[in-house]
């Protein structure tokens, strides 16, 4: 359920379809840059309600969804 709501949301954000985002996809597949980390991950913390610190993510999807999992 994370990974699907992750990934729609990266694929919203970044303008992509989500079925080119996979859990072994890293920010560097998809092209992300220091901005759009800090509006994703702001994107995350209002869908999810919690608080993410973007060093401690790591840098691939599946990376991200273990840490959101880990605070819900």
């Known amino acids: 359920m994370t990974l699907e709501k992750v990934k729609e949301l990266l694929a919203d954000h970044l303008e992509m379809d989500v079925a080119e985002i996979t859990d072994e996809t890293t920010f560097e597949d998809l092209g992300v840059d220091s901005l759009d980390t800090v509006e994703i ?23 991200l969804v273990a840490y959101i999992d880990a605070r819900l």
């Open 41 to 63: 991950m702001m994107e995350m913390e209002d869908e999810f309600d919690i608080e993410i610190k973007p060093a401690e993510v790591g840098k691939s999807v599946k990376e």
